[in-house]
């Protein structure tokens, strides 16, 4: 006696059009990814060192990849150890407009030029201005701050604070150096 076995749901799994493969082809190369289909009917192809959304027409839409420092461009580099001043770096990311670098508990985010666009650092809570200690705490009664990052962006500087609550939840929150709540 023979048994067939079917699998309603097969007819489901589609692989991507041609378009979207021959730019994961190109982009990739002959790189093992794993790929998934996004909402929006765009595709995400990830391997090891990269991450590829192409969109549905062959399109690229955006793509990240760990390089070693030494790929980096020269302005790059310079920034890196300007900043870092010989800490060793834990990864390198390449995007469309951007290099972000991590050592520590920074993490940078470095124009093609050298400019830093972004500078995320984890501080201990009391290196964090008195107001926005304060106006966290405020915000949620009976919370103790677990967590401090110093975000430096556009001229400007932001704290992300993320409290504990009595029930033990994590609620993050972001301020201005004077306390006053961003969004």
Excluded: C
């Excluded at 991507?16 to 190109?26: H, M, S």
């Excluded at 670098?101 to 984890?122: A, C, P």
Aim: hydrophobic share 35%; net charge positive; no cysteine.
């Amino acid at each position: 006696m023979r048994f067939a076995l079917v699998i309603p749901m097969l007819f489901l799994l589609q692989d991507p059009p041609e378009a979207v493969l021959n730019t994961a082809k190109r982009e990739l190369g002959d790189q093992k990814y794993k790929t998934h289909k996004e909402k929006d009917g765009s595709y995400s192809f990830d391997t090891k060192t990269v991450s590829l959304h192409v969109a549905a027409n062959g399109e690229m839409i955006d793509k990240d990849e760990i390089i070693s420092m030494d790929k980096a461009p020269k302005e790059v580099q310079d920034a890196v150890k300007r900043e870092f001043a010989g800490k060793k770096t834990e990864t390198t990311k390449v995007t469309k407009v951007s290099y972000e670098v991590k050592s520590g508990g920074v993490k940078l985010k470095i124009g093609y030029d050298g400019s830093i666009d972004r500078r995320d650092e984890t501080i201990k809570a009391g290196d964090a201005p008195e107001a926005v200690l304060k106006a966290a705490k405020a915000k949620l009664e009976g919370s103790s701050v677990v967590k401090v990052k110093k975000v430096m962006e556009d001229g400007k500087v932001r704290y992300k604070v993320t409290v504990e609550t009595a029930d033990k939840k994590k609620v993050e929150a972001t301020f201005d150096e004077d306390g006053k709540e961003i969004g």
